[in-house]
């Protein structure tokens, strides 16, 4: 595993402070926006997103019982390889640098009885421990923002997949590179990473050796997220100890930019599908 300093993506997601806040805001399922049909009721539109995401992907071999083989990567809590190994009964591999998220998923999966099915690495995404060309789907949903190098994970991506193979992957994206837009998205810092444009993960996809199969723009449902965020850390971060009051205004004004930039049409929700070519 890549080395982690204290000011990581790792440190950030293993604060308990910070785990609280995430288990509050968004329960212990998903951990990504979601699609809302109802604003009111936050942790239903999880559910929704993954299913839109993994829409129309034959997860079963066609004419056999034998599943796809797949990796969650950046998987949170789990609940997207739980919907797969439940509904398609697929073995999922979930990489995830988090430890107080890896127990959350793995005591999930021994509740629900998935365990012979979901395997857990405490790893990094940009740098896979498993071979070349072992996974038909690989997921990656609203990760990539943190990823610092997003060239390093897609080449990783790219390489564990088998030929065909499908990267589905969701994240928030800048509209386009008009500093317009640049100026209204506050970048995340302490060594989290940034939010690309929409045509640099095109760019990337294609430079890697990628085909742009699908892409959904699901925006409007930016500023519902972010905006229950903006109220949630507010309430936690008052208790909060172990974060500088520096770091704990910095995280709310960049909820507050994401739900008002989501608004204004410069941040994007987008939905990428990707096959390997060759
Ligand atoms: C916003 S959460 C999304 C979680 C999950 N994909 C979901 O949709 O519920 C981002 C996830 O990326 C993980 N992550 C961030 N950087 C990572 C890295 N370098 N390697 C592996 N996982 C990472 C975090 O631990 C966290 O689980």
Redesign the pocket.
């Known amino acids: 595993m890549?080395h982690t300093t204290m000011n990581d993506?790792?440190s950030w997601?293993d604060n308990s402070e910070v785990n609280e806040f995430f288990l509050n805001a968004?329960g212990d399922?998903?951990?990504?926006i979601g699609i809302y049909e109802d604003p009111n009721n936050i942790q239903t539109g999880?559910l929704r997103a993954?299913q839109e995401l993994l829409s129309g992907i034959e997860f079963k071999v066609p004419g056999s019982s034998t599943s796809k083989r797949v990796l969650?990567?950046?998987?949170?809590?789990g609940?997207?390889a739980r919907y797969l190994a439940d509904l398609f009964g697929c073995s999922v591999d979930c990489?995830?640098?988090?430890t107080l998220?890896n127990k959350v998923n793995q005591r999930k999966n021994d509740e629900q009885k998935l365990n012979h099915l979901i395997q857990i690495f405490e790893?990094?995404?940009?740098q896979l421990p498993f071979a070349d060309a072992t996974y038909d789907v690989v997921?990656?949903?609203?990760?990539l923002?943190?990823?610092v190098s997003k060239e390093r994970v897609f080449r990783e991506v790219h390489r564990v997949l088998k030929p065909q193979g499908l990267f589905v992957m969701s994240d928030l994206t800048r509209r386009d590179e008009s500093e317009v837009v640049r100026a209204a998205i506050l970048q995340r810092k302490w060594g989290l990473?940034e939010i690309v444009s929409t045509q640099s993960y095109l760019s990337l996809g294609y430079t890697v050796g990628f085909q742009l199969i699908r892409y959904n723009d699901f925006s409007e449902n930016l500023a519902i997220g972010y905006a229950d965020d903006v109220d949630a850390w507010a309430d936690a971060s008052r208790q909060m100890k172990t974060l500088s009051q520096e770091r704990r205004q910095f995280e709310q004004q960049v909820f507050q930019s994401w739900c008002d930039a989501g608004k204004a049409g410069y941040l994007c929700l987008s939905y990428f599908r990707f096959k390997k070519i060759g």
């Open positions: 890549v993506a790792k997601y968004c399922e998903f951990n990504h999880g993954t969650d990567i950046g998987s949170g809590y609940g997207t990489v995830n640098i988090s998220q790893a990094d995404f940009a997921i990656a949903q609203d990760c923002l943190d990823a990473g």
